[in-house]
Every structure is written in C-alpha cells, then in structure tokens.
Nanobody, 123 residues
Framework: QVQLVESGGGLVQAGGSLRLSCAAS????????LGWFRQAPGKEREVVAA????????YYVDSVKGRFTISRDNAKNTVYLQMSSLKPEDTAVYYC????????????????WGQGTQVTVSS
C-alpha cells in the first residue's frame, strides 16, 4: 500500500527551473524503483526519468537529458525531479510512480501513481 503526492508544479518562464517532489505514505519505498512520467494534452503518457532503488543508476528520456535530474531521499520517502532550462515543450502534468522492479521505464511496469502536478512553461 503506497500513496504518492506530487508537489512543486506551477507556471514558469522558458529557461527557468522547477523542482518537483513526490512524498510517499503508507509504505516506505526504499526497496522500490521510482519514476517520473508526464502527459501533455492529446499525448500519450511518457517516461521522463527513472531511478534504481539503489539510486546510483538513472534513466532519462532523450528530450530531457542534461536538463533534468532525478534523485531520491529514502529517509524522507521522497523522490525529486529537478528541472532546469525548461522549454514550452515540457508543459504537461507530471506524475511520480513506484515500481516493484529495480528500475523500469514503461508505464505498465509501475504499480502506484500519484495524482499529478501541472507544469506550465511559457515562452
């Protein structure tokens, strides 16, 4: 039983930065892989970043490499997504999720999802 709550979204100008947080309750996620996904209007949900349960191995979709950083703090049951050099194309609802795998990149490999937080990047 895992409950996830995202926060940190909002409106930001192109080139700016945001830090998303996802806090878990109900069960510690230290044993799980974690991921961030996003979904723009009319688009399929896509993986943005994923982090191994150990934390030393990460994955990023090509479009965010060099701009986004995923990290985790197991002591706080929290996963973060630091986003910099934001572009209007990054506008979407961002979701955090938990997988029972060590690390995963496909939505159907994730078992628990947060409600999502809106990120809007203006030009």
């Amino acid at each position: 039983q895992v409950q996830l709550v995202e926060s940190g979204g909002g409106l930001v100008q192109a080139g700016g930065s945001l830090r998303l947080s996802c806090a878990a309750s109900g069960r510690t996620f230290s044993q799980y892989g974690l991921g961030w996904f996003r979904q723009a209007p009319g688009k399929e949900r896509e993986v943005v970043a994923a982090i191994h349960r150990i934390g030393s191995i990460t994955y990023y979709v090509d479009s965010v490499k060099g701009r986004f950083t995923i990290s985790r703090d197991n002591a706080k049951n929290t996963v973060y997504l630091q986003m910099s050099s934001l572009k209007p194309e990054d506008t979407a609802v961002y979701y955090c999720a938990v997988t029972g795998r060590l690390i995963a990149t496909r939505p159907n490999e994730y078992n628990y999802w947060g409600q999502g937080t809106q990120v809007t990047v203006s030009s």
